[in-house]
């Protein structure tokens, strides 16, 4: 399999501005946001989608949820932002390496899970 866009960026062979990184994962700014603020939690190993994580990735999805929470305090929003996961492409995924979306900055509703 080629590598990821997201493998690329974590191997600085594409530029992105990366906000946040530790040994585990970074955190870039999604080059199509959906809300004013509107980050990417990306971990360094390449699982594909999240149904392809198993057991032996269980710290690391915790990492990144831990990760997700210092990078919204980062990012001054920690005390209303939304964490979504896309997986397949039928629920919209599109860059087959697991990521995390960070969503911040505007009013979201009860009943609007998407973005
Ligand atoms: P998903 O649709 O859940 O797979 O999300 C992939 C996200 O990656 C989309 O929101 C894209 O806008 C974003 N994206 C794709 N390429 C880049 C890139 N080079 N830098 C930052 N974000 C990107």
Redesign the pocket.
């Known amino acids: 399999m080629a590598d990821s866009?997201?493998t690329r960026?974590i191997n600085r062979e594409?530029p992105?501005e990366i906000i946040y990184e530790d040994e585990h994962c970074i955190a870039?700014?999604?080059?199509?946001?959906?809300a004013p603020v509107?980050l990417?939690i990306i971990p360094r190993k390449p699982i594909a989608k999240l149904s392809d994580a198993s057991g032996e990735d269980l710290a690391l999805l915790g990492h990144l949820m831990l990760a997700a929470s210092a990078v919204a305090r980062q990012a001054g929003v920690e005390d209303a932002f939304r964490v979504?996961?896309?997986n397949g492409a039928g629920?919209?995924?599109?860059?087959?390496h697991l990521?995390l979306?960070l969503l911040a900055g505007k009013q979201f509703s009860e009943s609007q899970l998407g973005f």
């Open positions: 866009v997201f960026i594409l992105s870039i700014r999604d080059i199509a946001p959906k509107h990417l979504i996961v896309n629920a919209g995924q599109t860059v087959f990521h979306h």
